[in-house]
């Protein structure tokens, strides 16, 4: 029976191999709290992303390309961010291509809310997306729905071996262009929760991930069941791309760096607002 003086907190996050390691301190209760509990809701990242726009979860993992649209229901946690720190999401063509040829082409993107797809607009905002399940991207590519596609997860790591070219990679490029680490994806909490549950969700968030980067095996053990069609050593490899000290804790870095991003966005016209970025820990 649960304990009646706990406050529950709806978490929801996406099955992908990095956000489940990061989550496995909390969902398997090696992280504890005499304040709050955690209900885990798993669903993709897209679907997240359109949740948090009504509010539905208390803490949520969304892409960062989303915070401008939930920003007055959400703030965001210095704990559990995605960062590709000189690499990212990557476009891809079955032939050699430059950076330039890009525009105007027809691109397979992951949805229109991903920091993928935001960063892209952002390197060049002329091409026409075709929206594509992440996982069916490099199909389209192939069978000439696209003429190039915007991956992201495993395929970024696969893509060479399936014949696929890289024309650009994402956090390579930012990284090149502004000096600072691409963040991809985060987490937020109700504005609505009070400072100490807020707190609270924050202190255990980072817990859960130092607990999973202190014992990786077990997490990554308990992450792959979600991911089975994966190969073990590429969910490792991704799991260690994306889960990193800016994971931990967010830092002066990782808000500048989201700052920058949004502001970019609204420059080229796919953000429709600035908005200032606020961070809780």
Known sequence: MPDLLLQEISSAHSPDSDDAFMFYGLATKKVRSSLVSFRHILSDIETLNRKAMEGVYDLSAISYHAYPYVADK???????????????PMVVATRPMEPEEIKGKKIAIPGTLTTAYLSLKIFEPDFIPVVVPFDKILEAVQSGVA????????????????????????????????????????????????????????????????????????????????????????????????????TVDAGEVIPKAVQLLLDKGFEVGLIPHRTQVEFVR
């Open 74 to 88: 959400y703030v965001l946690m210095a704990s559990g961010s995605s960062i590709g720190d000189g690499y990212g």
């Open 147 to 246: 003429d190039a596609g915007l991956i992201i997860h495993e395929a970024q790591l696969t893509y060479n071996k399936e014949g696929f070219h890289r024309a650009l990679d994402m956090g390579k490029w930012w990284k090149e262009t502004f000096g600072l680490p691409l963040p991809l994806g985060g987490n937020v909490l109700l504005r609505s929760l009070s400072p100490e549950i807020m707190s609270e969700c924050c202190r255990m968030m980072k817990e859960s991930i130092e607990y999973a980067l202190n014992n990786h095996a077990e997490a990554l053990e308990y992450a792959m069941q979600f991911a089975r069609d994966m190969d073990p050593r590429l969910a490792e490899k991704f799991v260690g791309m994306y889960v990193n000290d800016y």
